[in-house]
Structures are given as structure tokens and as C-alpha cells.
């Protein structure tokens, strides 16, 4: 004997009609609760408007292209902690407001990890958004209101993660500072967690910002909470570049060959 789903039953069906809006069929429920397509025409909204959720978390997510983590080459860096990493991929963190720090040179891997996580969390159903210190500093600075730099800012704490990158790549003017660590703060407050890329470690941090009060600050509020990774490995772009010239050498060689022999 089969139990019938509880997806079906019909006050589960009225639970999921009036979360989707579908006042129409909400107010005749008592006529029309038993029919055969009810079930279908809810499970059809509901699969339209995820789809279309999922377009719009995207779109506004402004991940650009990236590589999957299936494209990944682990056998690259000379040290890099891919069980942590896999614990991380797991998106715990959205729940417990862990940030991600993601500390290597340029070239190895930190902006790709940190686009994957951003997508990985917009397919769980999560909210997301992906930008550069320099961006997200120059658009915060650029508000010539204080009501204006409010909104910006709660733009930016809106997202359920926000993946930062390339911070500490340029040095920062006190006012940059000053609004980095109110973006840091902020998700702090609200535990929602920061995906942060960066070429320098804590220590050097100083040197970025001019203020060793707000280094301090920021540094500590980062890292109460939070997972770092990391990545010791040349410059992966570099071998692509390499790699790519080896074949196109080899390709223009092979083809002299074939020249010289056709004339021969």
C-alpha cells in the first residue's frame, strides 16, 4: 500500500498556492481542492518562478566568466587546503557567518574559487554578489550625499555573501579605509559572510591602509569568524601563457614542415 505524498495532500497544496499568490485559486479552494491538476499548475509556477529567481540572482550577482572548479588543476599549487576548501563548498558559512579569506599571489586561483562560491551559494537559493575592493571602494566614495552613501552601503550588506576581490592589491586613502571597514562591520553585525581575496597577508595589511587603528579593527572583526586559505603555487596564468606559446611554436613548425615538404 502507498502513502500518498504529503505534497499532495490538499492542505499542503493551499500552503503552497498562497505563498506563490494564487489568490483565484485560493478563494474557490473548497470547489476545486480535489482536482487532478491542481498539483500540476502549482508545481508549474513554482518551477517558473525559481527559474526565474535563478536568472535574476545571477544577473544581479555580476559574476562574469569564470572556469569551474571541475577545471581546477589541484595538482598545480604547491600547497593549497582542499579538504577546507571542500568544507567550505559546502556553504555552511551562510548559515553560521563564517567569511572566507583567500591569501595567495596573483595568478593562483583566488578569484576563481571565489566566483565558484559565489554560484555555488546563488544555486543553493542564497543571494550573492561579486565585485573588486576598487569598485566597490570608488562606487561607495563617489556618493555625494549621506543618504546616497547609505543606500550604497545597505546595497552592498544586502546580499547574503558578498565575494570581494583583489583587496590590499592598491594602496587605499583614509576614506577608502573607512568604508571598507563599514562594509566589513556591517556584514559582521548582520552575520553575513565576506568572500575576500588578497595577495598580502594580515601582517602587510598596514601597508595598504593608512590607518593602524582601522588595520586592527577590520583585521579582527574579518577573522572572529572565518576560514583562510592558503594557496602557495607560481602563477597558473603564466604556464597557461607559456603553454599556449609551446603549442603555437610547435604548430608553426609542424606547418613549415609540411611546406617544405610540399615543395619538395
Not at 66 to 92: H, V, Y
Not at 112 to 138: D, V
Not at 141 to 157: D, F, G, H, I, V
Request: hydrophobic share 40%; proline share 3%; glycine share 4%.
Amino acid at each position: 500500500m502507498t502513502t500518498q505524498r504529503k505534497t499532495d495532500d490538499p492542505s499542503s497544496l493551499l500552503e503552497r498556492a498562497q505563498s506563490l499568490g494564487l489568490w483565484g485559486l485560493v478563494e474557490h479552494w473548497t470547489e476545486i481542492s480535489r482536482s487532478e491538476w491542481i498539483r500540476a499548475v502549482i508545481e508549474l509556477e513554482e518551477g517558473a518562478r525559481g527559474r526565474r529567481s535563478l536568472e535574476r540572482r545571477i544577473r544581479s550577482a555580476k559574476l562574469g566568466k569564470f572556469k569551474p572548479m571541475c577545471d581546477f588543476d589541484w595538482k598545480w599549487p604547491r600547497k593549497i587546503d582542499r579538504a577546507l576548501l571542500d568544507d567550505i563548498f559546502a556553504l555552511d558559512l551562510l548559515d553560521e557567518g563564517v567569511n572566507v579569506v583567500l591569501l595567495g599571489s596573483n595568478g593562483v586561483g583566488k578569484t576563481m574559487i571565489a566566483r565558484n562560491l559565489a554560484h555555488q551559494a546563488i544555486l543553493r537559493g542564497a543571494t550573492a554578489r561579486f565585485t573588486t575592493a576598487s569598485e566597490i571602494l570608488n562606487d561607495l566614495a563617489a556618493q555625494l550625499s549621506p543618504a546616497a552613501l547609505e543606500r550604497r552601503l545597505r546595497n552592498y550588506c544586502a546580499p547574503q555573501l558578498l565575494a570581494l576581490d583583489e583587496v590590499g592589491y592598491l594602496s587605499t586613502s583614509s576614506e577608502h579605509a573607512d568604508l571598507l571597514f563599514e562594509i566589513v562591520s556591517r556584514r559582521y553585525e548582520l552575520r553575513r559572510p565576506i568572500v575576500l581575496t588578497t595577495n598580502k597577508p594580515f601582517s602587510e595589511w598596514g601597508q595598504v591602509f593608512p590607518s593602524s587603528t582601522i588595520v586592527l579593527t577590520l583585521v579582527d572583526r574579518l577573522i572572529h569568524r572565518c576560514e583562510i586559505v592558503s594557496i602557495d603555487a607560481d602563477s597558473y596564468r603564466k604556464k597557461e601563457a607559456e603553454d599556449r606559446g609551446k603549442r603555437r611554436e610547435l604548430e608553426r613548425k609542424n606547418r613549415s614542415k609540411k611546406r617544405k615538404s610540399e615543395e619538395s
